[in-house]
Structure formats: structure tokens, C-alpha cells
């Protein structure tokens, strides 16, 4: 068992920065590759980033790429979402979501932490 806590989520203004963090306990923590999905209301949940178990590689969604950067520090079992230009349409709840293989797909992954609500408004 993975267990993620995400941290950082908050209300913030179009072309605003938010950090998000995702504490992780349990197993290992550098045998999972991380990623963050989103859901907003009356949507499904969709991809947003990932990263491999050392951080060598990463994956963004399109409507994210050159705004968002995912990063991970094995030794404090975290993972990172540092979220630049924020718009409106980022307005969400954020999920990190643990794997033990890289994917784009929530289907793919195997843990899911509880969510951080990121508000952006215009």
C-alpha cells in the first residue's frame, strides 16, 4: 500500500503560480513512477503530467506543456507539480496517483491520493 497526501492547492489569479506537493508513505517510493490528473466539475479526470521513478522523464498533457513542471525528491518521498500562467480553464481538483509503470491513463495507475482543489480565477 502507497498512501499520497497532496498539499498546496488554494485560490489564486489568472497568470498566478501554485506548487502543489504529494507526500507519499507506505512502500518505496522510488519504485513507483507519480503523475497528476485533474478533474473538474462535470468533467471526466484527465492527465495532466508524469514523471519515472528517477525523475529522467516526464510526460505533459498539451494544454499544460511549457506551463507546468512535475519533479520528484526520492529522498523526501515527494512529488511536485510547480503550475505557471495559471488560466481559469486549469480550475480543478488535482490528484497525484502512484504506478508501477509510466502511463498517461488513471486506469494505469494504482494509488490515488485524496485531491487539492486549485481555483484560478480570471
Known amino acids: 500500500q502507497v498512501q499520497l497526501v497532496e498539499s498546496g492547492g488554494g485560490l489564486v489569479q489568472a497568470g498566478g503560480s501554485l506548487r502543489l506537493s504529494c507526500a507519499a508513505s507506505?512502500?518505496?517510493?522510488?519504485?513507483?513512477?507519480m503523475g497528476w490528473f485533474r478533474q473538474a466539475p462535470g468533467k471526466e479526470r484527465e492527465f495532466v503530467a508524469a514523471i519515472s521513478w528517477t525523475g529522467g522523464n516526464t510526460y505533459y498533457a498539451d494544454s499544460v506543456k511549457g506551463r507546468f513542471t512535475i519533479s520528484r525528491d526520492n529522498a523526501k518521498n515527494t512529488v511536485y507539480l510547480q503550475m505557471n500562467s495559471l488560466k481559469p480553464e486549469d480550475t480543478a481538483v488535482y490528484y497525484c496517483?502512484?504506478?508501477?509503470?509510466?502511463?498517461?491513463?488513471?486506469?494505469?495507475?494504482?494509488?490515488w491520493g485524496q485531491g487539492t482543489q486549485v481555483t484560478v480565477s480570471s
Open positions: 507506505g512502500r518505496t517510493f522510488s519504485d513507483y513512477a
Open positions: 496517483a502512484a504506478s508501477g509503470r509510466v502511463g498517461v491513463g488513471a486506469d494505469e495507475y494504482d494509488y
